[in-house]
């Protein structure tokens, strides 16, 4: 593959994801309500220094500020019709920056198309098909890959339908496609995925994500064991990413805010690395000086035997009772993703 960033990975043992996109902006002034994909038209003087911030800490992958970006998440803002605008707009200014940024520094920097969910309900539980959930998300990724998008991120899903209807409309544009799911409801996605069965799914789903893994949830403690107990399903080759919040979420004054250290993130990095990711970054709350110290903490680190809980718990935090019994085996195995079923296959 000659693309950016399977380049990268065959020069790099890893390569540093961003941090927060959403929770950076707020701090820049942007307010509770207000989407932050507009930024890209109203403030990109902003998203542009975020961007920089980024590199600047090391991020050798940027992703763009598109997360809302499909027609169903900008329709609650009254901007269901500026879907390629807003999109190739974000797309741009990542682009823009990484180049240049990427100029001076003398490196390579991939610039990857942010996909959230759509925040609406696929059938038979609401009313999107995976069909109507693919043309929407194949509208974006159009908008991202014409504004120079390197590869498409599918991040933070839930349900293997919309990650299906994701992967589809990412795929239309022939670029590489990243997905992670997070992994926020006792040791399983909100709506009941485990860790093997995202990676069961990922090895049997077109297009084939060229990395897959989590992002976001509730901390980094939990991010890191759903990697271990994800890791019986992998398969060689497989690029697994870890993409945690900084720390647990908690509110203050209405506020959502993460208590993650620079130094908690920096053991979170090199668990994950231990635990098989090779590509690594924060989400929620992540600020860029919480980047360096991820950056600090893998250059030149040999990654050690994989953890165990008791290691994740030691170091990190604890982790919940649905991780702990899929690590010790008590829950049922993996639901199995047969070619045949795959169009009727349930919501899970
Ligand atoms: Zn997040």
């Given at each position: 593959m000659s693309d950016r960033l399977h380049r990268l990975l065959a020069e790099r043992p890893y390569?540093?994801?961003?941090?927060?996109t959403g929770t950076n902006l707020?701090?820049?002034?942007?307010?509770?309500?207000?989407?932050?994909?507009?930024?890209?038209?109203?403030r990109p003087d902003q998203v542009e220094s975020l961007h920089r911030a980024m590199i600047g800490?090391?991020?050798?992958?940027?992703?763009?500020?598109?997360?809302?970006?499909?027609?169903?998440?900008?329709?609650?803002?009254?901007?269901?019709?500026?879907?390629?605008?807003?999109?190739?707009?974000?797309?741009?200014?990542?682009?823009?920056?990484?180049d240049a940024e990427g100029k001076r520094l003398g490196r390579q920097i991939v610039v990857a198309g942010s996909m959230g969910p759509t925040g609406e309900?696929?059938?038979?539980?609401?009313?999107?098909?995976?069909?109507?959930?693919a043309d929407a998300f194949a509208e974006q990724a159009r908008a991202l890959a014409a504004g120079g998008a390197d590869v498409l991120w599918v991040e933070t899903m839930s349900s293997t339908?919309?990650?299906?209807?994701?992967?589809?409309?990412?795929?239309?544009?022939?670029?590489?496609?990243?997905?992670?799911v997070s992994f926020d409801t006792n040791g399983r996605t909100m709506m009941g995925v485990t860790p093997v069965e995202v990676a069961a799914f990922c090895h049997e789903v077109a297009p084939k994500p060229a990395a897959f893994g989590g992002n976001c949830g509730v901390g980094p403690a939990e991010l890191v064991a759903a990697l271990v107990n994800m890791a019986d399903a992998e398969l060689p080759g497989d690029v697994i990413v870890?993409?945690?919040?900084?720390?647990?979420?908690?509110?203050?004054?209405g506020k959502i805010r993460?208590?993650?250290?620079?130094?908690?993130?920096?053991?979170y990095a090199r668990l994950a690395r231990d635990a098989g990711a090779r590509i690594i970054g924060g989400c929620c709350g992540t600020t860029p000086a919480h980047l360096k110290t991820i950056r600090d903490a893998l250059d030149g680190y040999e990654p050690q035997a994989r953890p165990t809980l008791a290691d994740i718990v030691a170091r990190l935090g604890q982790v919940s009772r649905g991780a702990e019994s899929q690590s010790a085996g008590e829950e049922p195995?993996?639901?199995r993703h047969s070619r045949r079923g795959r169009r009727g296959e349930a919501a899970t």
């Amino acid at each position: 593959m000659s693309d950016r960033l399977h380049r990268l990975l065959a020069e790099r043992p890893y390569l540093l994801a961003d941090g927060a996109t959403g929770t950076n902006l707020f701090d820049m002034g942007l307010m509770t309500g207000d989407a932050p994909e507009m930024w890209n038209i109203e403030r990109p003087d902003q998203v542009e220094s975020l961007h920089r911030a980024m590199i600047g800490a090391g991020a050798d992958i940027i992703l763009t500020n598109s997360f809302g970006g499909t027609r169903y998440r900008l329709k609650l803002h009254k901007a269901e019709s500026r879907v390629a605008e807003i999109n190739q707009a974000a797309a741009r200014l990542a682009r823009r920056v990484a180049d240049a940024e990427g100029k001076r520094l003398g490196r390579q920097i991939v610039v990857a198309g942010s996909m959230g969910p759509t925040g609406e309900l696929f059938e038979p539980l609401g009313p999107l098909t995976v069909g109507a959930g693919a043309d929407a998300f194949a509208e974006q990724a159009r908008a991202l890959a014409a504004g120079g998008a390197d590869v498409l991120w599918v991040e933070t899903m839930s349900s293997t339908d919309e990650l299906r209807a994701a992967l589809a409309g990412a795929g239309t544009t022939g670029l590489p496609v990243v997905c992670t799911v997070s992994f926020d409801t006792n040791g399983r996605t909100m709506m009941g995925v485990t860790p093997v069965e995202v990676a069961a799914f990922c090895h049997e789903v077109a297009p084939k994500p060229a990395a897959f893994g989590g992002n976001c949830g509730v901390g980094p403690a939990e991010l890191v064991a759903a990697l271990v107990n994800m890791a019986d399903a992998e398969l060689p080759g497989d690029v697994i990413v870890a993409k945690s919040n900084c720390g647990v979420p908690y509110f203050v004054e209405g506020k959502i805010r993460y208590d993650g250290t620079p130094e908690l993130m920096a053991a979170y990095a090199r668990l994950a690395r231990d635990a098989g990711a090779r590509i690594i970054g924060g989400c929620c709350g992540t600020t860029p000086a919480h980047l360096k110290t991820i950056r600090d903490a893998l250059d030149g680190y040999e990654p050690q035997a994989r953890p165990t809980l008791a290691d994740i718990v030691a170091r990190l935090g604890q982790v919940s009772r649905g991780a702990e019994s899929q690590s010790a085996g008590e829950e049922p195995p993996a639901r199995r993703h047969s070619r045949r079923g795959r169009r009727g296959e349930a919501a899970t």
